[in-house]
């Protein structure tokens, strides 16, 4: 699936299932929810934190998945509520990153 036929799937979800968007500033809110939640589990499964359960533990990583799935499914439900091409935008931020930083991470010493 292309980010184009993702804001086409979402906004068809949205308008058959979902009733219709949150406003943009519920919806900011609940993409900084989705993302505390995703960084909770980066912490356990990546930094110093530990799971309470040993089962916890088990189920992360596919929980980890689900979480970035929430992420992404807020963050289209935003670009399509603001009229955001993400495939351009995203075309276009590369473009700039390419741009700026032609030899800056290459010259970065902390990257090899």
Request: charged residues 30%; aromatic residues 6%; proline residues 2%.
């Given at each position: ?38 960084a909770r589990l980066m912490a356990r499964l990546y930094g ?56 800056r991470h290459a010259n970065n010493e902390k990257l090899r």
């Amino acid at each position: 699936m292309t980010l184009r036929e993702a804001q086409a799937t979402v906004d068809e979800w949205i308008k058959t299932i979902g009733v219709r968007y949150y406003n943009e500033l519920t919806n900011t809110a609940v993409l900084m929810e989705e993302v505390g939640e995703m960084a909770r589990l980066m912490a356990r499964l990546y930094g110093e934190q530990s799971f309470k359960r040993p089962e916890d533990a088990e189920a992360a990583p596919k929980q980890l998945a689900d979480e970035m799935a929430d992420v992404l499914f807020v963050l289209i439900c935003l670009a399509n509520q603001t009229g955001v091409d993400l495939t351009e935008a995203l075309h276009q931020n590369l473009a700039k990153k390419t741009k700026r930083d032609a030899d800056r991470h290459a010259n970065n010493e902390k990257l090899r």
